[in-house]
């Protein structure tokens, strides 16, 4: 088990920007693949965006891709989402976990089934 802790969230304008983060303390973050999720007041968490344990693999999902950028730095254990062109539907509450990164079969699966606080983030005028 890993303890990340997503931060960064808020309230943005349609339109505007915002980066969220996913951090880890105490020990190497590239050891893993890690994804984003988020979660929708009354709707099914859905997995957004993941990256590989180098960063040299990533995907987004068909809701996201064009508008939003997963990166990271290993050297501070970190996992970023640049957001960017944010509607009201990317309103909700934005989770990071290690996941599989396994194209086709097995790409932004969670590997495990626990969950942190998250990060709300909020697009409205």
């Known amino acids: 088990q890993v303890d990340l802790v997503e931060s960064g969230g808020g309230l943005v304008q349609p339109g505007g920007s915002l980066v969220i983060s996913c951090a880890a303390s105490?020990?190497?973050?590239?050891?893993?693949?890690i994804g984003w999720f988020r979660q929708a007041p009354g709707k099914e968490r859905e997995a957004i965006s993941c990256?590989?344990?180098?960063?040299?693999?990533?995907h987004y999902s068909d809701s996201v891709k064009g508008r939003f950028t997963i990166s990271r730095d290993n050297a501070k254990s970190t996992v970023y989402l640049q957001m960017t062109s944010l509607k009201s539907e990317d309103t909700g509450v934005y989770y990071c976990?290690?996941?599989?990164?396994?194209?086709?079969?097995?790409?932004?699966?969670?590997?495990?089934?626990?969950w942190g606080q998250g990060t709300q983030v909020t697009v409205s005028s």
């Open positions: 105490g020990f190497t973050l590239d050891h893993y693949d």
């Open positions: 976990a290690p996941v599989w990164y396994r194209p086709p079969e097995r790409l932004c699966a969670p590997v495990y089934d626990y």
């Open positions: 990256i590989s344990g180098s960063g040299s693999g990533t």
